[in-house]
T-cell receptor
Framework: DAGVIQSPRHEVTEMGQEVTLRCKPISGHDYLFWYRQTMMRGLELLIYFNNNVPIDDSGMPEDRFSAKMPNASFSTLKIQPSEPRDSAVYFC????????????FGPGTRLLVL | AQSVTQLDSQVPVFEEAPVELRCNYSSSVSVYLFWYVQYPNQGLQLLLKYLSGSTLVKGINGFEAEFNKSQTSFHLRKPSVHISDTAEYFCAVSDRGNDMRFGAGTRLTVKP
């Protein structure tokens, strides 16, 4: 398997623009996670899905952030409008049968909002 | 809910020296414990995990960790580090259900 795939790997945008991050989980994995990593706050769980259904979005910072999983092989994280404080590395991860199992991380998307 | 504390934010060591990265957790239930490694500009990858059984767990790249229930610790060790071990290391704990928490990370720097 190719592992978790994320695109783009790098994104530079201007404040106020819409940003869409994409993730393809490992085939057969039922759980998908979105994380944000910054120097100040470390690794934060934003939201996770089970069988394409959002289970816990309590980590989503505010209404500017939204995530969808239209099918088992694709998820998006959207920021609209983007702000400089959203600059971070965003990771997608997937796991097989539960939140408690090993999570497999993608390479991340490094987002810079100017 | 459980929580994880990584006691050292940075650990500098010389090549071929032993290293211990400390991790303590708190939980009211039985837990699973994990160590992940993040190399520069990469995502996290699993080093090792404790689910049950032997309290000494061996992982990849010569790392091992010991689960100590009485001290609620899961410290990571390696007897002799290499330059290539330079990375950030994350301890994580799960409640065997729907919650997984990551520590703040420990940056290991191996110097020649």
């Amino acid at each position: 398997d190719a592992g978790v795939i994320q695109s783009p790997r790098h994104e530079v945008t201007e404040m106020g623009q819409e940003v869409t991050l994409r993730c393809k989980p490992i085939s057969g994995h039922d759980y998908l996670f979105w994380y944000r990593q910054t120097m100040m706050r470390g690794l934060e769980l934003l939201i996770y899905f089970n069988n394409n259904v959002p289970i816990d979005d309590s980590g989503m910072p505010e209404d500017r952030f939204s995530a969808k999983m239209p099918n088992a092989s694709f998820s998006t994280l959207k920021i609209q409008p983007s702000e400089p404080r959203d600059s971070a590395v965003y990771f997608c991860a997937s796991s097989t049968t539960s939140v408690s199992e090993t999570q497999y991380f993608g390479p991340g998307t490094r987002l810079l909002v100017l | 809910a459980q929580s994880v504390t990584q006691l050292d934010s940075q650990v500098p060591v010389f090549e071929e020296a032993p290293v211990e990265l400390r991790c303590n957790y708190s939980s009211s239930v039985s837990v699973y414990l994990f160590w992940y490694v993040q190399y520069p500009n990469q995502g996290l990858q699993l080093l090792l995990k404790y689910l049950s059984g032997s309290t000494l767990v061996k992982g990849i790249n010569g790392f091992e960790a010991e689960f100590n229930k009485s001290q609620t610790s899961f410290h990571l060790r390696k007897p002799s580090v290499h330059i290539s071990d330079t990375a950030e290391y994350f301890c994580a704990v799960s409640d065997r259900g729907n919650d997984m928490r990551f520590g703040a990370g420990t940056r290991l720097t191996v110097k020649p």
